[in-house]
């Protein structure tokens, strides 16, 4: 009796909760989709969770609902003991594509999610936090004089500039070359060390989730259900290329072998 009520006390303290969060896409002249299925899970401070899954079971949807970006759910959501239902400044957000503005310098990019009124100050925030990404001295660049590598840089600065406490990553590497993505990879390890925000990262890549999480939650096809939850007990700084590593990423990937037998 006592441990189970212990145990309600530390669920209680989770940083995230995800509970029995399910979600249905009305649709017109087509029955409602199903997407998630009582999906169950909890995050402590800082950590560092990867969500994987088959393209089209509903990642995307999973980080929009954690980061408040759509209210329209089923099941709970709770961040720090609060229900999620919109957006927070304290939440981050990084897409696939880079999502810039073409006729803004990177500064004004960087500089149109702030608030801050000292423009001294502001610019201080961005220079540092280009400096964090490795685009120091880039402020009065135009986002089609950089590289997809260097434009998701800038993304990922605008995310971090206003210090936040969780950061939602939805294949924030998706769009980039093999090389760019591996030092990019890296680089995100270096940020979180840095920013120490819990970070919450999206992929179909499951080489990059073992390459970068604490723990990596699997998703089954559409409604997606979790699988697994692999726990990632690898070095801060792994080796792609050895044999523990590659046992890991080959557990997760038998979980899509026989996908297609099962797709409907
Ligand atoms: N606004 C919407 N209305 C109706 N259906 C939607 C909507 N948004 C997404 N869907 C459907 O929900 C399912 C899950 O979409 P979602 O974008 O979450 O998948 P995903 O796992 O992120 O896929 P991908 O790996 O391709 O990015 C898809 O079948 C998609 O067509
Ligand atoms: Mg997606």
């Excluded at 929009?64 to 709970?76: A, F, K």
């Amino acid at each position: 009796m006592e441990s189970l009520e212990s145990r309600d006390m530390e669920q209680q303290n989770k940083y995230i909760s995800v509970r029995d969060l399910r979600k249905k896409y009305k649709r017109k002249r087509q029955k409602d989709l199903q997407v998630l299925d009582s999906i169950n899970f909890e995050i402590s401070r800082g950590e560092f969770v990867c969500i994987v899954g088959g393209s089209g079971c509903g990642k995307s949807t999973l980080l929009r609902l954690m980061s408040g970006l759509d209210p329209d759910y089923e099941g709970q959501v709770i961040i720090d003991h609060e229900l999620v239902k919109k957006t927070d400044k304290r939440r981050g957000f990084v897409y696939q594509e880079h999502r810039l503005f073409p006729w803004f310098t990177v500064e004004k990019n960087i500089g149109f999610v702030m608030n801050d009124k000292d423009q001294e100050a502001k610019r201080r925030k961005i220079s540092e936090v280009l400096e964090l990404v490795g685009l120091k001295g880039f402020e009065n660049a135009y986002p089609r004089e950089l590289s997809g590598g260097m434009a998701q840089r800038v993304n990922i600065a605008r995310a971090l500039v206003n210090e936040p406490e969780i950061l939602f990553l939805d294949e924030p590497f998706g769009a980039l070359d093999a090389l760019t993505r591996i030092q990019l990879q890296k680089e995100l390890l270096t940020i979180r060390k840095k920013q120490k925000s819990t970070m919450l990262l999206v992929t179909h890549d499951i080489e990059e989730a073992v390459y970068l999480a604490d723990r990596v939650i699997v998703l089954a096809n559409r409604p997606a259900k979790i699988l697994d939850i692999v726990e990632i007990h690898l070095p801060e700084i792994r080796d792609r290329s050895s044999e523990v590593f590659q046992k890991i990423r080959r557990n997760i990937y038998k979980y899509f072998e026989s996908k297609d037998e099962k797709e409907e």
